[in-house]
């Protein structure tokens, strides 16, 4: 992996950390502004890059917030890479739309179906309202960004194959 690109990804998860500290009171807990840095790296980097920001950036966001869910945050952690690997492809291949959709879908209604079985439908039931307004605010926020921010790393990137 070139060295550009390396700190931007360490750049976009050091942001997970600063969104996870934004917090917006929700119906548990509260809702974090720590998943749009995943979608940044994933539209503007890559599936690789997206999956890396989505995984290490929710482990970091959890351990900032005292790991609540225990183990399972690793859980989360795989699914948010997921998540994030699959709004790049859509993404980058011009379905800007359907990534933001299917990420919000799949971040609300999906990712917290382990939770369902194994602490019960009220939990499920309690923390999709929170989860949709938080999915819904970090892809708002992404797809706001993104495009003011392509072109500057593409020039970014574009430099350091030239120099090489």
Not at 1 to 22: D, F, P, Q, R
């Amino acid at each position: 992996m070139k060295s550009k690109k390396m700190a931007l990804i360490s750049l976009l998860v050091a942001l997970t950390a600063i969104g996870a500290a934004i917090k917006i009171p929700a119906i548990i807990g509260s809702v974090a502004l720590d998943a749009f840095p995943a979608l940044l790296a994933a539209a503007l980097l890559g599936s690789p890059a997206g999956a890396i920001v989505g995984g290490v950036g929710h482990l970091l966001s959890a351990l900032l917030g005292g790991m609540p869910l225990g183990p399972l945050h690793f859980v989360v952690a795989v699914e948010m890479a997921f998540l994030a690997f699959v709004f790049s492809l859509l993404y980058r291949n011009g379905k800007r739309w359907v990534a933001g959709i299917l990420f919000i879908l799949g971040n609300t209604f999906a990712a917290p179906l382990p939770f369902l079985f194994l602490m019960g439908k009220a939990f499920y039931l309690s923390i999709v309202p929170s989860l949709f307004i938080g999915s819904v605010l970090n892809t708002i926020i992404a797809l706001l960004i993104v495009p003011r921010l392509s072109p500057v790393v593409e020039l970014m990137i574009s430099k350091e194959r030239a120099s090489q």
